[in-house]
């Protein structure tokens, strides 16, 4: 048989030397390279645990030493042992503390009588596993809990049917002005304009039974204070606790709006300016032109002095035309773009 090559690190917590030899042999047989610490009661284990001088990966505990027994040892050890699983060893007459010993904080517990080599490795295989699975899965929690709470963006974490604010994160607090425990208190339609309330329901039915994840809408929120606010939201569905929930990102787009329809009122203040371009300002223009073409269509001759004065005009008007044709034409190019 093959044994593991991995390096292990074990204390065992026995007053029975006999056992404690047993559990060896039995450890040896799967695991090449064991390095194993006998502790033969409570205050050797603790100084062992407390020391840390290398990392132990498990104990095996004995519920019957010398120094201290039972629950008390259990949940002393627990304390000590942070982050190393704890297997308790128990007779056939303390089984029924065996199971009772998990809520107190040990991994796993064996019964003495039934210990064989496999018994052992796979309880030792399957604690560190475990162990390790838990610290990754809380890493993970923890990562999430940062990318939510540290987001920007406000998030709102709602219930599928009820529509309940189930969660929120900080800028959720910041950008309406309520606290958590207020928006825990609150739905969808707290946060909706009277107006918008047909329109959120509609939406959130349309959105649950459609099965893009593209998902977005431009609608209106309301603060605490009464502030109107446009955003953009971008749903998600998610579970909470085994039950549908719903995720919304919003993006408040309240300024660009405000932006765009200042834009749009600068643009049709230049669509008048190009109407009185076009027609008020080149009325009278004309008028100069056509005045300026009868004087030159006079029968009488027009001295030197009085032509050059009429050709002065005639440039000027010219140039006038253009700059007014110009203008025009910008005004008319902005009106299309807009």
């Known amino acids: 048989m093959k044994k593991d090559e991995n390096p292990y690190h074990i204390l065992v917590v026995e007053d029975n030397l006999g056992d404690y030899v047993l559990l060896e042999e039995y450890l040896s047989e799967y695991l090449l390279n064991l390095d194993i610490i006998h502790a033969e009661n409570y205050q050797t284990a603790s100084k062992i645990l407390a020391e840390k001088e290398q990392a132990i990966d498990l104990v095996f505990l004995d519920l019957s030493l010398p120094d201290k027994s039972g629950e008390e040892l259990v949940v002393d050890i627990t304390k000590i042992a942070i982050g190393v699983p704890i297997v308790v060893l128990t007779g056939f007459s303390d089984l029924e503390f065996g199971s009772r010993s998990l809520a107190l904080g040990a991994s796993d517990y064996l019964v003495k009588d039934d210990l064989s080599p496999a018994v052992l490795y796979k309880s030792l295989i399957y604690n560190i596993q475990r162990l390790n699975f838990i610290a990754e899965l809380k890493e993970s929690k923890r990562k999430y809990s940062d990318l939510f709470q540290l987001n920007p963006s406000p998030i709102i974490v709602y219930d599928q049917k009820s529509l309940k604010i189930i969660d929120v994160n900080e800028a959720a607090s910041s950008k309406y002005g309520y606290s958590r425990e207020e928006f825990l208190e609150m739905d969808l339609l707290d946060i909706r304009p009277k107006s918008e309330e047909r329109v959120l329901l509609d939406s959130v039915k349309d959105f649950w039974v459609m099965n893009s994840n593209n998902y977005q809408r431009v609608t209106k929120h309301l603060k ?3 502030e109107i606010l446009d955003v953009e939201i971008s749903p998600a569905k998610v579970k909470i606790n085994n039950k549908d929930a719903g995720l919304v990102l919003i993006n408040d787009i309240t300024e660009k709006l405000r932006y765009v329809r200042k834009i749009e009122e600068q643009n049709e203040t230049f669509r008048e300016i190009a109407w009185i371009q076009s027609h008020v ?19 009488e001759e027009l001295n ?3 032509k050059e004065l009429v050709e002065y005009i005639k440039i000027s008007a010219r140039e006038l035309d ?17």
């Open 281 to 299: 300002v080149r009325a009278p223009l004309a008028r100069m032109m056509g005045l300026v073409n009868l004087i030159e269509s006079q029968e």
């Open 224 to 226: 605490k204070n009464g």
């Open 322 to 338: 253009g700059i007014i044709r110009d203008i025009s034409q910008k005004s008319e190019g902005i009106s299309k773009n807009s």
């Open 304 to 306: 030197e002095e009085l």
